[in-house]
Nanobody, 114 residues
C-alpha cells in the first residue's frame, strides 16, 4: 500500500491548509487512520486519529483547530488545519493508527511563518 500526503505549503500565522492523504488501496474503510507530524529536531508525534466508525481524537495542542475526516469511496483521509501557528511547522504524514512501518510515505511540509 502506498500513502501519498499532499497539500502542504507556506502559510502565515492564523492561516489554513487542507492536507489530503490518498491510499492506493481501500485501507481506511476498515482501519483507523492517523495524521502524524515531525517538527525539525523532534520526534514524530501523533496529531489526529479517526476510527473506522468515525470517532476522532486529537493531540491537545490542535484540538479545536484541526479536523480529520475520511472519504471511503476515494480512499482518502484529510486534515483541515485552521488557525495555524508557527509551532505547527512540521512534515505531516498519514498512516494507519497504530501506524505500519511499511506505510510511511514522504509526507508533506507545512511551514507557518510568524
Amino acid at each position: 500500500v502506498q500513502l501519498q500526503a499532499s497539500g502542504g505549503g507556506l502559510v502565515q500565522t492564523g492561516g489554513s491548509l487542507r492536507l489530503s492523504c490518498s491510499a492506493s488501496r481501500s485501507i481506511f474503510r476498515i482501519n483507523a487512520a492517523g495524521w502524524y507530524r515531525q517538527a525539525p529536531g523532534k520526534e514524530r508525534e501523533l496529531v489526529a486519529t479517526m476510527t473506522s466508525g468515525g470517532s476522532t481524537d486529537y493531540v491537545h495542542s490542535v484540538k479545536g483547530r484541526f479536523t480529520i475526516s475520511r472519504d471511503n469511496a476515494r480512499n482518502t483521509v484529510t486534515l483541515q488545519m485552521n488557525s495555524l501557528q508557527p509551532e505547527d511547522t512540521a512534515v505531516y504524514y498519514c498512516n494507519l493508527y497504530p501506524p505500519r512501518a511499511a506505510y510511511w510515505g514522504q509526507g508533506t511540509l507545512v511551514t507557518v511563518s510568524s
